[in-house]
C-alpha cells in the first residue's frame, strides 16, 4: 500500500510564492512519475505539472515559467515551486503517483488528499 502526503498549501497574495510538497511512503520499489493537478470550484481537474523516472518534466501552459517541479528521489517527495501567483491559480492542489510497489512489476497508481491554495487579488 501507498500513501500520498501534500503540504504546504495557503493563502498567499498576487505575486508571492508557495512551495508544495508530496511525501510517498509505503510499499515502494519505484516511483515511475508523479504530477501535480488541481481543481478550482465549479471547474474540473486539469493537470498542473508531471513528472517521469527519466527526468521528463511537463506544465500547463498556463503555470509555464511560473512554476517549477522537483523530486527528491531519497525521500521519495516532489515539490512544486510556484512563485508569481494569480488568483486564477486558486485552487485545491492534488499530487498523483504512479509507482512500481515490488520486484515483480507490480503497479499502483493513486492520489493524495489535495492541498488549499488560496491567492487574494
Known amino acids: 500500500q501507498v500513501q500520498l502526503v501534500e503540504s504546504g498549501g495557503g493563502l498567499v497574495q498576487e505575486g508571492g510564492t508557495l512551495r508544495l510538497s508530496c511525501a510517498a511512503s509505503g510499499s515502494i520499489f519505484r516511483i515511475d512519475a508523479m504530477g501535480w493537478h488541481r481543481q478550482a470550484p465549479g471547474k474540473q481537474r486539469e493537470l498542473v505539472a508531471t513528472?517521469?523516472?527519466?527526468?521528463?518534466?511537463n506544465y500547463a501552459d498556463s503555470v509555464k515559467g511560473r512554476f517549477a517541479i522537483s523530486t527528491d528521489a531519497a525521500k521519495n517527495t516532489m515539490y512544486l515551486q510556484m512563485n508569481s501567483l494569480k488568483p486564477e491559480d486558486t485552487a485545491v492542489y492534488y499530487c498523483?503517483?504512479?509507482?512500481?510497489?515490488?520486484?515483480?512489476?507490480?503497479?499502483?497508481?493513486?492520489w493524495g488528499q489535495g492541498t488549499q491554495v488560496t491567492v487574494s487579488s
Open positions: 513528472f517521469t523516472s527519466d527526468g521528463t518534466t
Open positions: 498523483n503517483a504512479d509507482v512500481t510497489y515490488d520486484s515483480y512489476g507490480g503497479t499502483w497508481t493513486g
